[in-house]
């Protein structure tokens, strides 16, 4: 790797942490009182898949240890948010999938934070946004698959 690589590799993850942090905070600041952005991620995630998922599976879709996954279920279901279940078939797994109340606690919060992140990636223009999606899922599956 030439020294210009390593040095744009830096600025590269550089930008994408400093954003990463601005992100967090501003969309922390814009989610309902009492949700938190884990919270809200997890619920966004079962609202798109749209069935039941063990917390291993979750674990690992967002590269948690089960404890910090279990940790977060058992606070939204604590909250109304999802059903945990047993496993039918398995009496040593759980079953978790997202409440009526859950979905409108994740409707709402989405309401909340998609005029800060429309405003935020409007200074870009729709075709640069489209142009680097691609771009950082790639990285993204490059680093999940090094792991």
Partial sequence: MT??????????FSEILA????????ISK?????????HFSVLNHLAH???????????????????????TLNKLEWAGYVHIRPDWDDARRKQVVISPSGRAARDHAFAQIAPILTAATGVSG???????????RELRLSLSSDV
């Fill in 49 to 71: 898949v749209g069935g039941e998922r063990t917390p291993a599976q979750l674990a690992k879709t967002f590269n948690l240890t089960r404890g910090a996954m279990t940790n």
């Fill in 30 to 38: 814009g989610l309902p009182k009492g949700m938190e952005l884990s």
């Fill in 126 to 136: 729709e075709d640069n946004i489209k142009g680097i999606l691609p771009i950082l």
């Fill in 3 to 12: 020294k210009s690589i390593e040095t744009l590799s830096v600025s590269l």
């Fill in 19 to 26: 954003l990463e942090q601005l992100l967090r905070s501003r």
